[in-house]
């Protein structure tokens, strides 16, 4: 099968979204299908064999986070070159409704093609407003995916319509395998995610910390990403900073490592997910995963069985937390356990395998995807046609 994929964040900008991509398509091609992926990119990104790139990206603030998005016409015209050389049998858009590739997709092609949405934000007044521009696209989506129900939620109560709900994937075994290293060990709390977003929850990590510290003197924090550390650690005490450690941007083998490594992963994001890839990786490297408790968390967390939870946003409770998991090395053991057991339900083989079938179901006595060439993106945004 020929199956072209679109990302709608740009690919040089490490996130969630593109990991999902990179790992679908990198697993499908493994199972002898062809993949190409539109993303944009900055012109001196080192890009993998299947990834073209449709141009640079700019920031956007975007669902509490700020998305790097392309958008405009000539990402349009590249569209329509990379839907005509590719031929497809099937394309796959991810996040059809926000201002980038994928939208531009939606209007640009005919024939089968399946959207995946990642967005959980249940009161976008944006969305909301733009559903009339987005309507004309979306009617073309012949199968919708959502990768968590909440996702689900904010497709039906916003856009209208219904999804199957496939989560993100994970190589499970890919985690499982790393060995722990030294550098990591003893009583280590472990933290990855961009440093300056406030809502991955560093600041109410760090308003913890100290509390942790009291009762677990020789305890170290492990953060991993990219941002401004100084400001990172400012409001905590002197003698305290050096018991964090900040190892920078990490490659997915240092990561998986990092993850065999910790005794605690702590996940204290504020809001804004729909999945939560990272408790899924976590879960994979037999960490024992303590999270804030949002819904989309405690789905993957299996609702407290996987991983324990904590009450969104407060210091005390995730000190608390944190405090009674590294003191009880057997209940780690049995959460580390646990999670082992529930995450096999994310790995790519059977994800995967949901995905090819809704695939198979679309293309099924179809054409290949085309331009459409009725409109350009001109006429799309009410200035003419094109």
Request: net charge negative; glycine share 10%; aromatic share 6%.
């Amino acid at each position: 099968m020929r199956i072209g994929i679109v990302c709608p964040y740009s690919w040089d900008v490490p996130g969630g979204v593109q990991f999902h991509i990179r790992d679908l398509a990198e697993h499908l091609i493994g199972l002898g299908h062809e993949v190409s992926v539109l993303a944009p990119a900055d012109d001196d990104t080192p890009l993998p064999p299947y990834v073209i790139s449709a141009g640079r990206a700019v920031p956007v603030p975007y669902n509490g986070s700020v998305a790097r998005l392309n958008f405009g016409f000539l990402s349009a015209a590249r569209v329509r070159r990379w839907l005509h050389e590719g031929t497809f049998d099937v394309i796959h858009i991810h996040e059809p409704a926000s201002p980038s590739l994928g939208l531009l997709s939606c209007w640009a092609a005919q024939g089968p093609i399946v959207a995946t949405f990642h967005t959980s934000n249940p009161r976008s007044r944006a969305m909301i407003a733009a559903y009339p521009i987005l309507q004309p696209a979306l009617e073309k989506i012949s199968a919708r995916i959502a990768v968590s129900e909440y996702a689900r939620r904010t497709l039906v109560e916003h856009l209208g319509g219904d999804a199957v709900v496939i989560p993100n994937g994970v190589d499970v075994d890919f985690f499982a395998r790393a060995e722990p290293d030294p550098r990591w060990s003893g009583r280590t709390l472990g933290f990855i995610g961009r440093i300056d977003e406030p809502r991955k929850g560093l600041p109410v990590l760090m308003a913890a910390f100290p509390r942790i510290v009291e009762a677990c003197p020789d305890v170290r924090l492990l953060v991993a990403g990219r941002g401004d550390e100084e400001e990172a650690v400012a409001g905590l005490p002197a003698e305290l900073r050096s018991k964090v450690e900040f190892l920078g941007m990490v490659s997915d083998e240092d990561k998986a490592r990092l993850l065999r490594s910790v005794d605690v992963y702590v996940a204290p994001n504020t809001g804004g997910e729909s999945f939560g890839i990272i408790l899924v990786e976590a879960l994979s490297a037999g960490a024992a995963v303590l999270a804030s408790d949002l819904d989309a968390f405690a789905q993957v967390l299996d609702h407290g069985g996987a991983g324990d939870l904590f009450a969104n946003e407060d210091p005390r409770a995730l000190a608390a937390a944190a405090v009674a998991l590294l003191q009880d090395p057997d209940r780690r053991a049995r959460l580390s356990a646990a999670g082992s057991a529930h995450v096999r339900r994310f790995d790519w083989s059977t994800v995967g395998a949901d995905i090819l079938a809704v695939y198979e179901t679309v293309t099924d006595g179809a054409s290949a995807v085309a331009e459409d060439d009725r409109t350009g993106l001109r006429a799309r945004l009410g200035l003419g046609r094109a």
